[in-house]
């Protein structure tokens, strides 16, 4: 084309052209909330066991207890780990005996311990931190825990400190300061391996672990009952009730603030047997005509628009030492709903 031709057609493309305003987006840019400890681990918690990823949250001291109880229900014949992460100590002392896989520490030659490595049923792995919004596990590969220890065995274990998981990805990139300190490659797992074909058939563990389980090494359980010290008190962070403290227990959070402002003591979760969707029962801390109340799992812990147009949260959680003195006049013992 000569460059008369072009000159010809870029002028009545500039001729044709017509005056567009600028976009300008309404409202103010989006942040995303910020969550407590609590909120975190439960967010977390939920992102990935929809995903099927299993995730059992400890008191830290009790983590070795729990892998021994996941893998003596799993049967696993090997292990994989690193010989000088955090945990390789405790593993060596711990996962040892009739019942336990044969520890396999990860060789540094990759090429020498491949073949091992593919035979390699369960591999433990160490996390930088976890991200709630999305159920993310951080893991950064080094020498000593490659990224091979993750991708390899049918079930990837993943060790996760509380106190490390952040409420988004920007949350965590900036507190970490990952621009300081990259790695060449840095791993955010979302759950186990998944795919699906054209037919929308979705089919797990086909490039990698079919299974992920996460243990949670709290600051303090999760789930757990009161109990007392040795001196026969009540720990500090019990529900006075005026019962005997260690046959009942509570999960998360037991009391909740409304958005309208009254107060609410969660019983536990439970299954609708008619939609089989997941719900919060739930009883009011206030004269009721009704005693306890249900809602979707995702409503009550969802969002809320108020009377004042602004995004706030339905429930609440909030402690007991928080509540109103007429609230906890209502308080009963928590109900053990645990299986067994």
């Not at 567009?20 to 918690?45: F, H, N, T």
């Not at 100590?89 to 044969?102: D, Y």
Request: aromatic share 8%.
């Amino acid at each position: 084309m000569s460059s008369t031709a072009r000159d010809r057609i870029f002028a009545r493309l500039h001729a044709a052209r017509t005056t567009v305003s600028p976009y300008v987006p309404r409202g103010g840019s989006w942040q995303a909330p910020m969550l407590d400890k609590d909120q975190r681990i439960e967010l977390l918690k939920k992102r990935m066991e929809t995903v099927r990823s299993e995730v059992h949250v400890v008191p830290e001291a009790e983590w070795p207890a729990k892998l021994l109880e996941v893998l003596k229900a799993r049967e696993p014949q090997t292990m994989a780990y690193g010989h000088d992460a955090w945990f390789g100590g405790t593993l060596r002392s711990k996962v040892k005996g009739k019942g336990l896989p044969k520890l396999v520490p990860y060789g540094e030659n990759v090429e020498a311990f491949r073949d091992e490595l593919f035979g390699i049923d369960v591999g433990i792995t160490s996390t930088l931190g976890g991200i709630a919004e999305n159920g993310t596990l951080i893991v950064w590969p080094t020498p000593q825990e490659p990224r091979l220890l993750s991708l390899v065995p049918t079930v990837h274990i993943a060790l996760l400190k509380a106190d490390t998981i952040y409420s988004t990805l920007a949350e965590a990139m900036r507190e970490m300061r990952w621009a300081e300190n990259m790695p060449t490659n840095a791993l955010l797992i979302s759950g186990p391996s998944k795919t699906a074909d054209i037919e929308m058939t979705l089919a797990f563990g086909v490039h990698g672990p079919g299974k992920g389980d996460s243990l949670f090494p709290a600051r303090r359980a999760w789930c757990g009952g009161t109990s007392t010290t040795k001196e026969g008190k009540m720990p500090e962070n019990a529900i006075p009730n005026g019962h005997a403290a260690d046959h009942h227990s509570f999960c998360g959070h037991a009391f909740y603030k409304h958005f309208k402002g009254r107060y609410y003591q969660v019983v536990g979760d439970a299954l609708d047997t008619a939609t089989e969707g997941r719900v919060v029962v739930y009883r009011t801390l206030y004269p009721s005509g009704h005693a306890l109340f249900t809602r979707p799992y995702d409503e009550f812990h969802g969002w809320k628009e108020n009377a004042d147009g602004q995004r706030v949260r339905r429930f609440t959680p909030v402690g007991h030492a928080d509540l109103p003195a007429d609230a906890r006049a209502h308080v009963i013992a928590a109900l053990d709903l645990t299986a067994g």
